[in-house]
């Protein structure tokens, strides 16, 4: 092989290498969300019961994936609280008073046999599960859950916050606000980079040849 040769030889090689750690570095400046999705946590709603494949969760968003399994209408409301699970305070009509406690998230209602998901952003600190269609709650669909890790939430004493807008049923998402996007789209870049120099080097090579 002439010397010519093996000098171009060595330039291909480094340019394939220079492409594999471009495309490497891409990989991991996305977010780990898209690699590897947290598993939404079961949530089977019944007359009258509430049963969680998980009553805990990390710190962040927390998808939750319900099937009513009962005749009539559920839904599922997140409280934060530390109180027990039965002893929240009740409205005239022996519901949960919300203007009492600090409703977080809840999903639309769903009908029996269907399905709804909900997803929301928790920080470290006790919350209730619960059902707040008519006397549901108090006739037991009401469960306590934990969040762990990260820093907890600053207590408000009990009072009323104003609940997010209901996300449609079936609408929760895994990827939560634009952070993630952006991450999304800066790895898409350093890719899109990687190709690129592919091209270049392709390019250079065929001029060599």
């Known amino acids: 092989m002439h010397e010519g040769q093996r000098g171009r030889t060595r330039g291909a ?3 394939a290498l220079g492409l594999a750690a471009a495309v490497g570095l891409g990989a991991l400046a996305l977010p780990a969300a898209v690699f590897a ?7 089977e709603l019944s007359e009258f019961a509430i049963k969680a494949g998980a009553t805990s969760a990390a710190a962040g968003t927390v998808n939750f994936a319900a099937k009513n399994v009962g005749a009539n209408n559920h839904e599922i409301v997140i409280v934060r609280s530390s109180a027990a699970p039965g002893s929240l ?9 919300e203007a009492q406690v ?9 009908a029996g046999g269907a399905s709804g998901t909900l997803s929301a952003d928790l920080t470290a600190g006790s919350y209730i599960l619960l059902c707040n269609v008519g006397t549901h709650y108090q006739r037991g669909m009401n469960i306590a859950f934990t969040v762990t890790g990260g820093a907890a939430a600053p207590s408000t004493g009990g009072a009323a916050q104003a609940a997010p ?3 449609k049923s079936g609408t929760g998402g895994y990827l939560d606000g634009g952070n993630g996007l952006a991450q999304l789209a ?6 899109v980079s ?12 065929r001029r060599e040849v």
Do not use: E, T, Y
Request: net charge positive.
């Open 13 to 15: 090689i480094a340019r």
């Open 37 to 43: 999705q947290a598993a939404p946590i079961n949530v």
């Open 89 to 97: 305070p009740l409205n005239a009509s022996n519901g949960v008073d």
């Open 102 to 110: 600090q409703v977080v998230k809840r999903m639309d209602r769903i």
């Open 165 to 167: 807008a209901a996300p």
């Open 186 to 191: 800066l790895g898409g870049l350093a890719v």
């Open 194 to 205: 990687g190709a690129a120099a592919l091209g270049a080097g392709l390019r250079g090579r």
